[in-house]
């Protein structure tokens, strides 16, 4: 007999059909035909309004625990990824303290995690200056990957890497055929950029200009192909960027590239002075680059989507002042990107299938999570009861962020998170996150 059998529109391959998911041992058995008789110990028929999806994998999470944890932590993160579908995150190596760039931080890291995680939880490796040379180590110890920054980061613990260290970071990661994802911003361009000061969202931008991106891409991409190195693009703002990036495919470069919720939902022109929940970097930028993104995922060109999540408290995003100069950089959407992005894409005339690959399948791919990103026989059983049509109003106070600011409050979004299941377990109930943390912590299988 069967652990469980959930019964209703099932998304698969793009599509809806109606089936029954049969899950044994946390993964999924089978799928079979609707009227299929399973023997199950639970069986579960989806509401007349709800749809079966796979979990969400959000490969871009700033979880900040231990350390920053007052700016979120990982009960609390994962709390807000459950509750919006999200069943697996890969944790960024910076803004916790210690940063996660050799394997003893990211064994406190864990320590930090262990029991506290409501969906699974796996780790970025950071490459900075003081690591060059002992990335192997921590990819040893089951990182998906390591993160670098050519810029400042933000916080003085995670140094950024020069052009002479990016291109030895790539050949050693090259050396043991991992994966160097990369915030892209060019320190020169940024340099000769007006600085920013005050509440001018417009003077943000210019601080923070396209060529910033399109620079640092294309320095990127010259070394990716000369170390042979597979890159990937963080949080991608810059349309203009978007036609290097294919030629650079085109050519053999292995080079993804993912773009997030804020940068499809929003547009500078919307952006009020002074409010700076709406900073993060690079920046939201003017809403005919918002649509090329949008084309770009269509076409194919954009692999992922996820949340860049990166919240802190609320004194420091300055929201008093409305200064954007010293505002922290980051948008907390952990528990809104999947809402957020239905919302966007059927105003658009796109279907819940290209959503999902954009949330799951190319995530789960981007990290190699194998056993994620889809609901086929053999993957973890996460599971997602998902209602299309609900529509609801973004309320600060029912997000499970540790600090619940937003740029989203008062907006209404279409798509309700009902149920979520974990490895075959109920995480989410009627939209209430079960108190039981079920995560795992799960780490890279290096092959
Ligand atoms: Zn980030």
């Known amino acids: 007999m069967a652990d469980l059998a959930i019964t209703g529109p099932v998304l698969r391959d793009g599509r809806l059909e109606e089936a029954v998911v049969v899950v044994d041992g946390g993964r999924i058995s089978a799928v079979e035909p609707a009227g299929t008789h399973v023997d199950a110990a639970e069986r579960v028929r989806l509401a007349a309004d709800e749809v079966l999806l796979p979990g969400l994998v959000d490969t871009h999470v700033h979880v900040n625990e231990p350390g920053r944890t007052e700016w979120e932590g990982f009960a609390s993160a994962t709390r807000a990824a459950a509750a919006g579908g999200v069943t697996t995150l890969v944790d960024m190596p910076l803004n916790s303290i210690p940063p996660t760039v050799d394997p003893a931080a990211l064994e406190t890291k864990r320590r930090a995690a262990e029991g506290r995680c409501h969906v699974d939880v796996g780790f970025w ?90 620079a640092a891409i294309s320095g990127l991409l010259d070394l990716a192909r ?87 408290t609320v004194d420091l995003k300055r929201l008093d002042t409305g200064d954007f100069g010293s505002a922290w950089g980051g948008v907390a959407s952990l528990q809104l990107g999947l809402p957020l992005m239905w919302t966007a894409a059927r105003e658009r005339g796109i279907g819940l299938g290209q959503v999902v690959a954009w949330m799951s399948t190319g995530p789960a791919a981007l990290a190699g999570l194998d056993a994620k990103g889809a609901i086929e026989p053999g993957r973890d059983a996460d599971l997602v009861a998902f209602a299309p049509d609900a529509s609801f109003v973004v309320d600060p106070g029912r997000l499970h962020h540790r600090n619940p600011v937003t740029p989203y409050a ?22 209430s996150v079960a108190p039981d943390p079920l995560g795992r912590l799960i780490r890279k299988d290096r092959r």
């Open 410 to 431: 008062g907006r209404t979004l279409t798509g309700a998170v009902r149920d979520v299941w974990l490895t075959g377990r109920r995480i989410v109930a009627g939209g």
């Open 226 to 312: 000369e170390n042979g190195t597979r890159v990937h693009v963080l949080h991608l703002s810059s349309a203009s960027a978007l036609p290097l990036l294919a030629k650079a495919r085109a050519d053999g470069v292995r080079v993804t590239v993912e773009t997030c919720p804020h940068y499809l939902t929003l547009s500078a022109e919307e952006v009020p002075d002074g409010h700076t929940e709406f900073k993060c970097c690079p920046p939201i930028r003017d809403a005919a680059n918002r649509d090329a993104l949008w084309r770009a995922l269509v076409d194919g060109a954009i692999d992922a989507v996820v949340s860049d999540h990166s919240p802190s």
């Open 125 to 214: 490796g950071g490459a900075v200056p003081s690591s060059l040379g002992r990335l192997r180590a921590l990819a040893d110890e089951g990182v998906f990957g390591f993160k670098c920054f050519l810029v400042d980061s933000g916080v003085p613990e995670f140094a950024p890497l020069d052009r002479a260290q990016l291109d030895r970071a790539l050949a050693e990661v090259a050396s043991f055929d991992g994966l160097m994802v990369v915030h892209a911003e060019d320190p020169d361009v940024l340099a000769d950029a007006p600085a920013c000061a005050g509440p001018s969202y417009a003077g943000f931008v210019g601080s923070r200009p396209r060529e910033a991106e399109d």
